[in-house]
């Protein structure tokens, strides 16, 4: 039992081998392997034997029975680790367990492994049932209620789960439960762990560790850089005879049928998580920043579509399926720099579900929710403001015809002023004095600097306390009207 104690312990550092060191690889892999399989055939062998070799009755006898020493070493096993195996197997040949046996299957079953520990799990517990005869028994009821799987419920300790699975599947295979359910009961754990689990994949650590570390024995997987190396050399890898190809494929179909949702999980995450950058990148256009909360969500979404992809490509591989296209979305430019504005019974009809128009709500609250700026206005210009028809259509040609000549021309050049400007200055002569044609030439060049709301609301704040009149109004409307869109 060393190959695959570590995810990963296989998987050469260096993708690009020479064909000596592909081979030598290879090589390493079948020969571990080989072992492997050896191990446990010699190990299945001798549990399946134990009913005829246990010792007798008098062999116990001789053994400590006093309750201060057996239940000390209940507490060591509940806190079960490798390293300390021999220290166990000393203190189990000078004890007699025949009435804490139940107590014993119990702390292994809760006690926290961790995967480097299994093996001397696997070890102690065959030890166990070679020498007590209803040690097995009591190891599998514990083991049925430990992996009690309830439908719809999130499991409580994933990282224990994936051990217990793992240190499970060992004992059924290397022959230590004698009872016909303990095949069913994995089977059943495995059904449904995969049913419950096809959306959100919660438990996708558990069945990657189980394909990695008893895939070979109970589904006939290869990993698929193994089996493309085992071709190119034509160097067959040795299999294991545990089950029959019929039930690993049964197996292996559900495996499949596992990482088929994880599939479609993947693209759907890629999907959303374009669509949110895409949404992202609209705001940045518009308002010049993006909210805390949004870049968070996005951290957050690329976070778990990257552990995702990273587990849906272990499944590929050790499954030796392919994995799903990831398309990636190209945004139109002329989407990227439309704005979308109207009335009428077309904008009607999308105001129930604002986000077809504006992409989110805060893009809409960014066009829509605008600052109540005549509050800011003198109460004499609002008072002279109400006298004013409002209903004159403003056009380019209006435009042009009321502003001074010298601002039509491109080349500077001075011009007698048309008789609409010589009216306008009658009407505000203060526009035409040069400060304050400086003010508002600079007002309208720092305009394409204005990106957030902020600076868009104090510029508007500006133009009305310092500049607002007749003809920097019309300046402003030519200069929006110019704006590039």
Known sequence: MTVNENDGENEPANENLSDEEEKEFLLSYIQEVQEKLQLKKELRTVNQNALNNRPSESFFSKLDSTLKKNTAFVKKIKNFSSPQI??????????????????????????????????????LCSILHQTYTDFSQCLFDNWQKALAVK????????????????????????????NKNAFSLLGSILTTLINMDKEDHFNISILLSFCKHCGDDYAGLVPRKMRILS???????????????????????????????????????????????????????TKGELSQDRKEKLEAMQSAFDKLLQNAQSFA????EDMPELKTQNMPKSEESMIITGSGTDIDDFAINAENIWCDTETQKFYCDLPELTVFLPTAFLNKGQNVPTNETVTEE????????????????LEEPSAAVAEEE?????????????????????????????MIDNAAIDFLVTLNNKHNRRKLVRALFGVNR
Do not use: W
């Open 86 to 123: 021999d220290s166990y197997l000393k203190d189990m040949s000078v004890l007699n367990l025949s009435k804490y046996i139940s107590e014993v299957a119990a702390a292994l079953v809760e006690s926290k492994l961790k995967m480097t520990d299994v093996p001397a799990a696997v070890k």
């Open 426 to 454: 009658n009407e505000d002569p203060s526009t035409s004095t040069a400060s304050n044609k400086i003010v508002l030439e600079a007002f309208l060049n720092n305009l394409p600097n204005c990106v957030n709301r902020e």
């Open 317 to 320: 591989d050790i499954l030796d």
């Open 231 to 285: 071709e190119k050399y034509e160097i067959q890898i040795p299999r294991g005879t545990f089950l029959p190809p019929e039930k690993q494929q049964n197996v292996r179909g559900l495996l499949r049928e596992y990482f088929n949702s994880i599939s479609k999980h993947l693209v759907k995450d890629h999907q959303e998580m374009q669509n949110f950058e895409k949404q992202n990148l609209r705001i940045l256009q």
């Open 398 to 413: 209006v435009l042009d015809s009321e502003l001074p000549a010298e601002e039509l021309e491109d080349d500077g050049k």
């Open 151 to 178: 439908v719809g419920e999130k499991i409580s300790n994933p990282s224990k789960l994936r051990v217990d699975l793992r240190l499970y599947a060992e004992l059924v295979q290397v022959g230590v439960f004698s």
